[in-house]
């Protein structure tokens, strides 16, 4: 049976929604979610949060779920900015829940308008594309950390990603949240010494997370989320 125009624009009516917001946001907020929007009101917003500290606390999130929703220009200073108001503890908190309620937004949507059928039809394919298919569902929870944990991945593609290959919600949010922490952690910590860094008239290091003392437990990581991966190569070509 075939669908009808309007059930069809109405699964699609998330993605064309996020799409419509992001380029609004784009063009409306990209100079305004910077880093040097953050220093010319810092004091303002140090003051709301001394006086009103848990409705800064639900704007924050609020925000930063918008960013990440609609793929916004300003996540890394958004993050700075939780680590710059709220600490490295509890900041990095807000800000991985954030991103993971920001991220699993996308997911739902392209999940509701393409990521079922897309799965369906890869599995009634052959050749290379079911293969594909196959071969990430035999290793999900591990390609859906090294997505999150790789620096060089970017966040809206792996945001896409899982929901086009037909990857369970409740899977996504758990790696979705431990994925992004580490990278999290570290650019909230930087947040966190923005202080000492206006004081002195400079801009944060966001190359931060490439040094070796950063990126090597990353990288580490990584290589755990690869081994069963590894493993299971190996094991296929024993039963072979």
């Known amino acids: 049976m075939t669908a009808s125009p309007k059930s069809r624009l109405m699964r699609f009516l998330p993605l064309i929604l996020i799409a419509a917001g992001a380029t609004a946001g784009w063009f409306l907020l990209g100079d ?7 220093r010319e009101n810092r004091e303002a917003l140090v003051a709301f949060r001394d006086a009103h500290y848990l409705a800064m606390t639900f704007a924050f999130i609020a925000i930063y779920v918008l ?3 609609f793929s916004l220009p300003g996540a890394a200073v958004a993050t700075l900015t939780g680590g710059f108001l709220f600490g490295l503890f509890p900041g990095a908190l807000f800000v991985v829940v954030a991103a993971t309620m920001g991220a ?10 393409l990521g079922d059928r897309l799965a ?28 999150r944990l790789v620096p060089v991945v970017p966040f809206f593609v792996a945001n896409l990603l899982p929901a086009l290959v037909g990857v369970r919600l409740s899977r996504y949010v758990f790696t979705t949240f431990f994925g992004i922490m580490p990278g999290s952690v570290v650019y909230t910590w930087v947040g966190a010494g923005l202080g000492e860094v206006f004081a002195r008239g400079e801009v ?5 997370i490439f040094e070796p003392a950063v990126l090597g437990p990353i990288l580490g990581l990584c290589a755990l989320a690869t081994l069963p991966i590894v493993l299971n190569a190996v094991r296929g070509k024993k039963g072979l």
């Open 32 to 38: 305004f979610l910077s880093f040097e929007t953050l």
């Open 67 to 69: 960013i990440v929703a």
């Open 104 to 113: 699993s937004v996308i997911f739902l949507a392209a999940k509701w308008g």
């Open 120 to 147: 369906a039809r890869m599995d009634a394919s052959g050749g290379l594309t079911r293969r594909i298919k196959e071969g990430i569902a035999e290793n999900e929870l591990s390609m859906l950390f090294l997505i």
């Open 204 to 208: 944060p290091n966001l190359s931060i």
